[in-house]
């Protein structure tokens, strides 16, 4: 298995603390590692699907309070139904609605 770098691994910490049917976004992510939102986003592209299964990246979406679109095109499909699964709601427009879904956990 490769070696993750201190950030990436910062990341992943922060990612994994968020609880079921709570989101977070990358920003806030990134505040809390010290880092781009990009650099958020870059690492969570970089999850294999299932090789780290202790990491909900499903909960990580953008400021908009939106899944973001995924090169394949299957990624948000999947990462919106995931979501919906765990009791998160979504407006017409595909925004989580409400607030209290949102995690304001530190670290």
């Known amino acids: ?3 993750l770098s201190p950030l990436y691994q910062r990341i992943y910490e922060i990612a994994a603390q968020v609880p079921y049917g709570k ?3 990358y920003g806030q992510i990134a505040r ?3 880092c781009g939102p990009r650099v958020v986003g870059y690492a969570m ?3 294999k ?3 780290h299964p202790d990491i909900p990246w499903q909960r990580v979406i953008n400021s908009q309070g939106k899944v973001s679109v995924h090169g394949d095109g299957v990624g948000n499909a999947m990462q919106f139904e995931l979501l919906k699964g765990e009791g998160i709601r979504f407006d017409e427009e595909g925004r989580v609605s ?3 879904f949102w995690w304001l956990g530190k670290p």
Do not use: D, E, I, Q
């Open 49 to 51: 699907s299932g090789s």
């Open 98 to 100: 409400g607030v209290g």
């Open 45 to 47: 592209a970089a999850l």
């Open 32 to 34: 809390m590692a010290g």
């Open 23 to 25: 989101v977070v976004s």
């Open 1 to 3: 298995m490769k070696k």
